[in-house]
């Protein structure tokens, strides 16, 4: 069951992302990355079962762990990255964190971090039509690995 502490449930609003290689900083979202609206990401370890005599389940076997992650960003953060190297695919790997705190109490905290480590955007582009008020996009992350670390802060 999830933690509900002060009446205050987990919110976009507590979202800060990092990227120290793309934005030359480690602080939290830096004006670079003001654009982004979504972020996804996911573990997925391959679980299949293996049948025996009579057809029934006798085991399972465990194969590899996929990483996956996507962020959406508006066109103005695409360009700005852009402007970095030319092209989203020339920026190289970079470590995206992911951070979002919930007060325990006053002085007490729960933050969660997941870095995305290794992104690597394997395309660019982008894609309008008549009556966007706001020009989004989403792009594969590609991460070689995601690492959580919920640490309680004091």
């Not at 990401?41 to 996507?70: C, D, M, Q």
């Not at 030319?86 to 964190?97: Q, R």
Request: glycine letters at 8%.
């Amino acid at each position: 069951m999830p933690t509900i502490i002060n009446n205050v449930a987990y919110s976009w609003s507590m979202v800060e992302l990092s990227a120290p290689a793309l934005t030359g900083s480690s602080s939290a979202n830096p004006i670079i990355l003001q654009g982004v609206s979504g972020i996804k990401w996911n573990i997925k370890h391959k679980v299949e079962t293996n049948y025996g005599l009579g057809g029934e389940p006798a085991n399972r076997g465990f194969g590899n762990t996929e990483y996956t992650a996507s962020i959406t960003m508006d066109y103005n953060t695409q360009v700005q990255l852009r402007a970095l190297r030319g092209s989203l695919m020339a920026l190289g790997e970079f470590d995206l964190v992911i951070s979002f705190a919930n007060a325990l109490g006053s002085t007490d905290w729960i933050t969660e971090n997941v870095t995305l480590k290794g992104c690597l955007f394997n395309e660019d582009g982008m894609e309008a039509k008549q009556d966007d008020t706001n020009i989004t996009q989403d792009f594969d992350l590609n991460p070689f690995k995601i690492v959580l670390d919920t640490t309680p802060q004091t």
